[in-house]
């Protein structure tokens, strides 16, 4: 069994930072690509920012010169830093990972931003 733990949300004012991490535990053979999805209340879950096993990364317009995702192959973390944050940044933040070949998902973080 795989689980995928996220830490780091919490309310935060615009214009302010938040860095969140996620920790990948239990039988775990290969960890490809990591990443972070975002889901605003009443709209879809999107994409936030993604990072390939070479560190590749890929990130939403939206979000792109203000977030960097980074990950350590050592330890099976991947990490958000959220800088410059936006009341529209506001969101549950789900990590995600293909882990084995498989598709996991966190449970979620709450992030807030004040306007």
């Known amino acids: 069994q795989v689980q995928l733990v996220e830490s780091g949300g919490g309310l935060v004012q615009a214009g302010g930072s938040l860095r969140l991490s996620c920790a990948a535990s239990?039988?775990?053979?290969?960890?490809?690509?990591m990443g972070w999805y975002r889901q605003a209340p009443g709209k879809q879950r999107e994409l936030v920012a993604f990072i390939s096993s070479s560190g590749t990364t890929n990130y939403a317009t939206s979000v792109k010169d203000r977030f960097t995702v980074s990950r350590d192959n050592a330890k099976n973390t991947v990490d958000l830093q959220m800088n410059s944050l936006k009341a529209e940044d506001t969101a549950v933040y789900f990590c995600?990972?293909?882990?084995?070949?498989?598709?996991?998902w966190g449970q979620g973080t709450q992030v807030t931003v004040s306007s």
């Open positions: 995600t990972a293909r882990v084995n070949w498989s598709r996991y």
């Open positions: 239990g039988r775990i053979f290969s960890i490809n690509d």
